[in-house]
């Protein structure tokens, strides 16, 4: 079940948690030209990425520079970066700001090449824990993932979309709120998986963030996303 948390950061900032489900399979990955191994990447946008660690994370000193290739189900881009902060079990790094570099990242993450990735997880009939409240579960890897969930009578209670660094939510009787994603760390128990998300919530619903999340939205195909819950989707955004 989807859980929150509300942390009054301070006069200025409102920082709120998520407990959301999480799938245990990812397929954008980072090889590393330095170490030769390859990194599960839990997190990217247009300027850095964090990447999973199996070995200690004291291995990467801050700004260690960090050359390599991303990979994601046949697409591969060359990156160069650098390690801009490091835990026992991930680093994030900073992409190089080049020109170059960025415009082919922005290539490489385009919207459009995103939502052809989306999987209805809600389908996955192998032995993934879902939530008996959530009705659909998109995902596209690290960078976009949507939850919608229900009431006990089948009616929508909310949904959550989140794609790179933006989050949006609606929630019936709340409303929509927007932010920007903070951090992602895994919460697992015996029973379930999950991730915790902290947000840092904008004081209102950030318009260009909303306009981002409809275009997201409009083009999902109703194979993944039946007609009606697309419209409803959109109709709460405007």
């Not at 191994?37 to 960090?66: C, N, P, W």
């Not at 998109?138 to 794609?163: A, Y």
């Not at 915790?196 to 306009?211: H, R, S, T, Y």
């Amino acid at each position: 079940m989807e859980r929150r948390f509300n942390l009054i950061k301070s006069d200025f900032e409102k920082h709120e948690k998520r407990i959301l489900p999480r799938f245990p399979f990812c397929y954008l990955t980072f090889k590393s030209d330095d170490t030769s191994r390859v990194y599960e990447i839990k997190d990217i946008s247009h300027t850095g990425m964090q990447l999973s660690l199996k070995e200690d994370g004291k291995d990467f000193a801050t700004d260690t520079a960090l050359k390599g290739h991303i990979h994601w189900l046949g697409k591969s881009l060359d990156i160069a970066g650098t390690v801009k902060w490091s835990t026992p079990n991930r680093i994030g790094v900073e992409f190089i700001k080049k020109r170059d570099v960025l415009d082919r990242v922005q290539n490489f993450l385009q919207m459009e090449e995103m939502v052809k990735r989306l999987k209805p997880l809600h389908k996955v009939d192998d032995g993934l824990e879902i939530p008996a409240r959530l009705k659909y579960w998109l995902r596209s890897d690290g960078p976009v993932e949507i939850f919608v969930w229900q009431h006990n009578d089948g009616e929508m209670s909310k949904f959550q979309v989140l794609f790179l660094e933006t989050f949006v939510e609606w929630e019936d009787g709340q409303g929509l709120k927007t932010g920007r994603i903070l951090s992602k760390r895994n919460v697992d128990t015996p029973l379930i998986t999950e991730d915790e998300w902290v947000f840092n919530i904008d004081p209102d619903a950030d318009g260009d963030k909303l306009e981002r999340i409809k275009t997201l939205v409009g083009l999902i195909s109703i194979d993944l996303l039946p007609a009606e819950t697309k419209t409803f989707l959109l109709r709460q955004l405007s």
